[in-house]
């Protein structure tokens, strides 16, 4: 039977690398398909003092963003700076190649390989100038050097394991609760079997701290001024925990997690030395996820389900593990059949999923220019903060910005010596339509403007609305009442 395993993980291994070159032709690589984008473009316009400084608002840390600047300098090709994201996939292959396949065999490797390409954000992952991608890759490499340590406790898996850590730390939140979670489970094990290399773990977490150190202060400010999101329900606990698979569909989320415990009881009937890091790649998972809860019902909702790709990587290492160990061959096509169709399924929805974002990033790029084309128009940002998703984008309008002292904590004068726009006071957008009835005058906006104009809306996608000012009738007249 395992020459078959082998034969069925080599498929699923080739399928892999096709989707790999997918990621890097992909119409997706050309079009911005997610709001926060548009953000990423503006910020590494940047100075890298202004970036740091602006990063203390956003709501992931800095160094996904300092390598996207250093690329920057590199090439402004936007297609290019799309492949940055889908490299930590090619890293991927690698080393289920060279490391997992030595380790678990062709069907983990390949397995594992295509599971992390096709099932629920994970495409969208690789192809958005976002931090998701990167910050999975480091959370899975400490994952993977936590069992190393767990396996051999050597010095080199603790320094491994300590560095790609603190990278996941400082790339993405999410990786910062991963890392936490981690250390956790590493303590406990250590404790309870390996207490000679308690010394070991300390000055790992010790390294850890000081190196984050820099960078608490802001998160400890980002955690008090940033605004709710991803409010918890009975649906988003659902498909959170079950987004190694799916992304909105609760039905086919509690089916997966279902599949998900089926396969495990089968694994740990056939209990062997790996059933130890396996028990913790589960509990790595489902604390990180629990975490969020806990912030999300004590502090703020922080729940981002794009965020859960960094520990749904370590669950389907587990799930390929397990996969690769089962004996019994019934069991194990059983097992395969089951995964398979969470597979297919998985693919329906990421192609569903794909096309949606593309579409709508597509209507937006072709309405935003439209608008940059025309040199006798207007187009006023009516949100503050708003404003850092749309001042990358150069052209003939005239773009104003509602008035402000600070964007994202950057003064305002400072964005003015980076970026050729106008400001305008909230209560003077009317007049300034009244005075420019000549031009085309659009609107950027979260959600409706909040605007005394008739307005026809051009684009609402990606979170944000594009209006056109209906400017029939709108000049003053001498019997205008705001003439006077």
Known sequence: MEANKNTIGQVFFALSILMLIYMLISPLNQVLSNISEFFTLTLINFPMSDLLHILGGETNPPLYFLLLKAMSKLTSDFAILKVFSAIPYAIILILSTLKLRRDYGWLTAGLFAFALAVMSEFLITYSLLRPYSWAMLFTLLAFIFFKDIISTADKKSFVLFTVFSILASYTHYYGLIATIVLYLILLFHILTYDKDKIKYWGISLVATIVLY???????????????????????????????FAYSGDTLLSVITLIVFIAILAVYLKEKDNDTQFVLYGTIAYFATIAVVFLISIILKPILLTTGLVLASAILWLIISIMMGKIKSRRTFLISLALICLVLISGIGTMIATSNDAYQSGLKQNEALDEILKDNNSITIITNPGLAMYYLDFDGATDMYCVSQDYIYGENINRLHEIFDFKTVDKDNITSLARNNTGKNIYLISWGNPDVDLNVTKVSNELGTTISKVNTTGLAYDEYDEYYY
């Open 213 to 243: 150190a820099p960078w608490i202060p802001t998160l400890i400010k980002l955690l008090g001024s940033m605004n709710p999101m991803g409010k918890l329900t009975s649906d988003s606990i659902v498909q959170s925990l079950a987004h």
